[in-house]
């Protein structure tokens, strides 16, 4: 049984950081692509970043700079630690597992950002 476990998320105050953790349980860690998406009221998900299983990095543009992906391949593990959180920034945040034709995604974490 695949399970993508995301935490970390809450209310951040702009300017503030917040780190995002997916804990993955029942794959073979190593084999697979790691993203984090999100999806705000009323909108689309959006691809906000993945790390491929060479280590290798993407950022959307809106984020680069601020975000940082990485992953614990020895505790498949992935992070997002987010830096100089912005109000466009809040949603909920997926983490999903990505190996040929295959997608496991987790549920969500939500987070808010607001003075």
């Known amino acids: 049984d695949v399970q993508l476990q995301a935490s970390g998320g809450g209310l951040v105050q702009p300017g503030g950081s917040l780190r995002l953790s997916c804990q993955a349980s029942g794959i073979t860690f190593g084999k697979y692509d790691m993203r984090w998406v999100r999806q705000a009221p009323g909108k689309g998900r959006e691809l906000v970043a993945d790390?491929?299983?060479?280590?290798?990095?993407n950022y959307v543009d809106s984020v680069k700079g601020r975000f940082t992906i990485s992953r614990d391949n020895a505790n498949d593990a992935v992070y997002l630690q987010m830096n100089s959180l912005k109000p466009e920034d809040a949603a909920v945040y997926y983490c999903?597992?990505?190996?040929?034709?295959?997608?496991?995604w987790g549920q969500g974490t939500l987070v808010t950002v607001s003075s």
């Open positions: 790390i491929k299983r060479s280590g290798r990095t």
């Open positions: 999903g597992a990505h190996w040929g034709s295959v997608d496991y």
